[in-house]
């Protein structure tokens, strides 16, 4: 069983870098996961750090595969390999224009309508990649036991890393961390001025992103992405 210091991984899904919901998502997070800059250079207020402290960590993304340390006897190339088939073989999936929405008490950008084939995608990845996934260790688990779950959603921890997969699957990309509810007005009033020029573009999961977590309680940073099947063949015709 790996150690906690040992690296962890996750399959993301990321608009590109020079995306401008990129850029509007890394000026609000104080971050940008792809590296033009981090935390260390941030200047907003102290509070706005405050607020968005727990996403800044992880970057900009959607999950498809939550962070997870490598299976002994496989390695980051192996995985990166494997992503790159998978992404070789997949069309893009549609998200659609996204809304923002609060969840569990914290913002995030989610699909402005239903897209089932989503839930589909991710079901996918989850599973395909669950053979490089290390069993988790003992406070892994307690730590996310800590949060009330529901059977079902215990049983998806236990089984597969992360108790939101499969059928509690929900498409998000996190903006903030628990809003109090005396603050949710105004901090909503903010990110809508802020993403609003956003929202309505057609989106579409046309790129696979890992991201790595060097070490426990460090940034995520984005390792590797990849084009989907259509996505590439688009890019080599151009």
């Not at 993301?12 to 800059?37: I, Q």
């Not at 102290?46 to 498809?64: K, M, N, Q």
Request: neutral net charge; proline residues 8%.
């Amino acid at each position: 069983m790996p150690a906690p210091s040992t690296p962890r991984y996750a399959i993301y899904y990321a608009p590109a870098r020079e995306h401008p919901l990129s850029v509007a998502a890394s000026g609000w997070l104080g971050r940008d996961a792809f590296g033009k800059f981090d935390a260390a250079g941030d200047v907003r207020p102290e509070a706005d750090g405050l607020l968005t402290s727990e996403p800044r960590r992880y970057g900009f993304h959607a999950t498809l595969k939550a962070p997870f340390r490598l299976r002994e006897g496989t390695s980051v190339d192996d995985l990166e390999q494997a992503i790159r088939r998978f992404a070789a073989s997949r069309s893009s999936c549609p998200i659609g224009p996204l809304r923002l929405d609060l969840l569990g008490g914290f913002f995030a950008l989610v699909p402005a309508s239903p897209i089932p084939a989503l839930r589909n995608f991710a079901a996918q990845i989850v599973e395909e990649f669950d053979r490089f996934r290390a069993p988790m260790i003992a406070s892994e688990l307690q730590r996310r036991l800590q949060t009330p779950l529901d059977e079902i959603e215990t049983v998806h921890l236990v089984r597969w890393g992360y108790p939101y997969v499969l059928d509690r699957f929900r498409f998000h990309m996190t903006l903030t961390g628990r809003v109090a509810e005396e603050d949710r007005v105004q901090t909503r009033a903010r990110l809508e001025k802020v993403f609003r020029p956003y929202l309505p573009e057609d989106y579409r999961i046309d790129t696979l992103s890992l991201f790595v977590q060097e070490n426990d309680g460090g940034n995520f940073i984005a390792r590797s992405q990849f084009a989907l099947k259509g996505e590439a063949l688009l890019k080599a015709a151009i």
